[in-house]
């Protein structure tokens, strides 16, 4: 399916990124600007015959036509036959979205809406502190989304529990004071070991300090009847429908600790930011279609030059948790081994995510992104100006940096350069091997996604282009993007393990290395 591609990857030779600056138009014509926000993406090798090559591969691939069948509804989660419409809670203009011909968008209205009233309630209350217990796609999201927008919370303290190691659950609960303290039970469906466990500890907590829990839980789920098992009233449950993934649940009930901090109308804006993105992803012809150029830019390195991993790099403090959560976007979504059909994936499936903002990344791993033997292709986000007025000079130094890396991933340091400024330090064969110490070789590639200020309605901008991202991607590499069967068998295995751990069965049938590790678990244990 890449043959074109790899010819043309074969045929770069060593032309250097930094050459196709000739031509003085390069910028723009490798720059998309939409949605006042820049995506660039002239700092890559990707040239006018590899991105034609590159849109010819997205038309064969019928990545429109997939496009419209997942935002009319059609069932395009084909192994678990579920609609993916994560779209239509962003839908505020209502357009009718229609499931096996009912219109979903009155429920989800009515939902949004019920939420905004809980939401004006609480925060007109005494409540301080509000605890959202979910894990995964029940966290990641409002955690990435309420450190996002600190400038705009005008609401309740939000802590965001999700780890089964119950120290997560005591450092958060030591903050709280249990009569002014409300708790989110944010999952799916509502069976995830980590958040039921939470969840148990969180009503114990507040009957050990002698608070009725009465008022004191909310669910977030798809699965309304097991929250009412747990002890929620109808009242305090925001359901949603299977056709929402974990992943990508954060618009609706899951952002709700999202909409306690930052406030209803805040909320709208983040939607509303994200539906616009929508909007341009329908619309768009794909050769001006920043999703699909994002996604074919990712093709390109990953499929094609067989680069494994892309850095996220934020210049952007308060988007610290962004790279987790692309993590789990992009590799829940893309990491699968075979297509829809059930074959072996013929090539590399999607690539492995990880990052750190920008610039606490330089003083880490960049090293290894500069002059490391594999090519890291970086992805730079960082916003024209920041929130702190009085503190532009740091603004100033953020944008410098950003900009300063990617020149420098491009440009290098040729040996010629590095010994002419070493060359008053050493002589010989010893500036020579200084010299080598400080050559970079460059022609390494790079985006940079910029935009005006991180404000809630450029968040839900920024995370809706990276989900249609993973869908054309997705789409390319033939995979089923909204299921994620990888996941289950560890937590199989650790439902089974828990009677070993406890000491409630022995470890006969592990192989040597489980039984030996639960052996060294059971002499340390705590008595
Ligand atoms: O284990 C993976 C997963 O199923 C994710 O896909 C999901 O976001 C997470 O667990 C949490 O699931 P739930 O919201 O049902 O608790």
């Given at each position: 399916m890449f043959e074109t591609?790899?010819?043309?990857?074969?045929?770069?030779?060593?032309?250097?990124?930094?050459?196709?600056?000739?031509?003085?138009?390069?910028?723009?014509?490798?720059?998309l600007e939409a949605l006042g926000m820049r995506f660039d993406y002239a700092?890559?090798?990707?040239?006018?015959?590899?991105?034609?090559?590159?849109?010819?591969?997205?038309?064969?691939?019928?990545?429109?036509?997939?496009?419209?069948?997942?935002?009319?509804?059609?069932?395009?989660?084909?192994?678990?036959g579920r609609a993916v419409l994560h779209t239509?809670?962003?839908?505020?203009?209502?357009?009718?979205?229609?499931?096996?011909?009912?219109?979903?968008?009155?429920?989800?209205?009515?939902?949004l809406a019920r939420m905004e009233a809980l939401a004006n309630e609480i925060r007109g209350s005494d409540v301080t502190d509000v605890v959202n217990i979910g894990i995964g796609g029940s966290d990641l999201g409002p955690v990435m989304a309420?450190?996002?927008?600190?400038?705009?919370?005008?609401?309740?303290?939000?802590?965001?529990?999700?780890?089964?190691?119950?120290?997560?659950?005591?450092?958060?609960?030591?903050?709280?004071?249990?009569?002014?303290?409300?708790?989110i039970i944010a999952s799916k469906t509502f069976t995830t070991i980590e958040t039921m466990t939470n969840a148990e500890t969180a009503k114990r907590w507040l009957a050990d300090k002698g608070v009725d829990e009465a008022g004191k839980f909310i669910a977030l789920?798809?699965?309304?009847?097991?929250?009412?098992?747990?002890?929620?009233?109808?009242?305090?449950?925001?359901?949603?429908?299977?056709?929402?993934?974990?992943?990508?649940?954060?618009?609706?009930?899951?952002?709700?600790?999202?909409?306690?901090?930052i406030g209803p109308e805040g909320f709208t804006a983040f939607l509303r930011g994200a539906e616009a993105m929508d909007r341009h992803f329908v619309e768009a012809p794909l050769a001006a279609?920043?999703?699909?150029?994002?996604?074919?830019?990712?093709?390109?390195?990953?499929?094609?030059?067989?680069?494994?991993?892309?850095?996220?790099?934020?210049?952007?403090?308060?988007?610290?948790?962004?790279?987790?959560?692309?993590?789990?976007?992009?590799?829940?979504?893309?990491?699968?081994?075979?297509g829809m059909d059930g074959a072996a994936l013929p090539y590399d499936s999607g690539p492995i995510v990880w990052g750190e903002p920008g610039t606490n990344g330089q003083h880490a791993f960049y090293q290894l992104i500069h002059q490391g033997t594999r090519v890291v292709p970086c992805e730079f986000l960082v916003a024209a100006q920041g929130h702190e007025p009085d503190l532009r000079h740091h603004h100033d130094l953020l944008v410098a940096n950003c900009l300063a890396q990617s020149e420098a991933l491009m440009r290098g340091r040729s040996l010629d350069e590095a010994r002419a400024r070493v060359a008053g330090q050493f002589e010989g064969d010893e500036l020579d091997r200084q010299a080598r110490h400080r050559v970079f070789p460059g022609n390494r590639p790079s985006t940079t996604l910029i935009y005006p200020l991180l404000d809630p309605e450029t968040l839900g901008k920024i995370v809706a282009l990276y989900e249609h991202r993973v869908?054309?991607?997705?789409?390319?590499?033939?995979?089923?993007?909204?299921?994620?069967?990888?996941?289950?068998?560890?937590k199989e295995l650790a439902t089974a393990l828990g009677p070993l751990v406890r000491g409630e069965a022995g470890a006969g049938g592990k192989d040597g290395s489980t039984a030996a590790l639960l052996r060294f678990a059971h002499t340390h244990k705590a008595t």
């Open positions: 591609l790899k010819t043309l990857a074969k045929g770069l030779g060593d032309r250097r990124i930094e050459d196709l600056f000739a031509d003085v138009g390069r910028a723009d014509a490798f720059s700092k890559t090798q990707i040239d006018d015959d590899i991105r034609a090559a590159l849109l010819d591969l997205a038309e064969s691939r019928d990545v429109a036509v997939r496009r419209d069948a997942m935002f009319a509804g059609q069932k395009i989660n084909e192994t678990e239509a809670l962003r839908n505020l203009d209502a357009r009718p979205v229609l499931v096996e011909g009912r219109d979903v968008m009155p429920g989800v209205l009515d939902t309420t450190l996002a927008l600190a400038p705009y919370h005008d609401g309740p303290r939000c802590h965001f529990v999700s780890n089964v190691d119950g120290a997560d659950i005591a450092d958060t609960l030591r903050r709280c004071d249990p009569a002014r303290t409300v708790f789920s798809s699965d309304v009847a097991r929250a009412g098992a747990f002890g929620i009233p109808p009242e305090r449950c925001f359901g949603f429908a299977d056709w929402v993934g974990g992943r990508y649940s954060v618009w609706g009930p899951i952002g709700l600790s999202l909409m306690l901090a279609n920043m999703p699909v150029l994002l996604a074919l830019v990712g093709i390109w390195h990953n499929q094609v030059l067989g680069h494994a991993t892309r850095a996220v790099l934020p210049y952007d403090n308060r988007l610290s948790r962004l790279p987790a959560y692309l993590q789990q976007l992009e590799m829940e979504s893309n990491g699968k081994g075979v869908f054309v991607e997705g789409v390319i590499l033939g995979i089923n993007s909204y299921d994620q069967w990888g996941v289950e068998l560890g």
